[in-house]
């Protein structure tokens, strides 16, 4: 079982900067693959960012490619999303998951923990 917890989000103007974290209960979250996904009202969960359990191997989704960058300390269990650039269009809720067996997956559906969302809001 792991429980994560997002902290960071809030309320930016359109070029700056964020950085999410994502704080995981537990002593195996080096054996969990991360991911982060947002979720605007009315739209289906998107992903963002994926890392492999040694933090070696990262993958972005188009939208983020470049302005964003997802890292891991796993002596810390905690996961990161720093947020450059941002864009009104980058508006929603963002979550944090963890996958068990560090297998690749974009898909929301494929991680197995979920922390409650942080809600970050970029103005133009």
């Known amino acids: 079982q792991v429980q994560l917890v997002e902290s960071g989000g809030g309320f930016v103007q359109t070029g700056g900067s964020l950085r999410l974290s994502c704080a995981a209960s537990?002593?195996?979250?080096?054996?969990?693959?991360m991911g982060w996904f947002r979720q605007v009202p009315g739209k289906e969960r998107e992903f963002v960012a994926t890392?492999?359990?040694?933090?070696?191997?990262?993958n972005y989704a188009d939208s983020v490619k470049g302005r964003f960058t997802i890292s891991r300390d796993n002596a810390k269990s905690t996961g990161y999303l720093q947020m450059n650039s941002l864009k009104p269009e980058d508006t929603a809720v963002y979550y944090c998951?963890?996958?068990?067996?560090?297998?690749?997956?974009?898909?929301?559906?494929?991680?197995?923990?979920w922390g409650q969302g942080t809600q970050v809001t970029v103005s133009s």
């Open positions: 890392i492999s359990t040694s933090g070696g191997i990262t």
């Open positions: 998951a963890a996958r068990a067996g560090g297998l690749y997956s974009i898909v929301p559906r494929a991680y197995d923990y």
């Open positions: 537990g002593r195996t979250f080096g054996s969990y693959r």
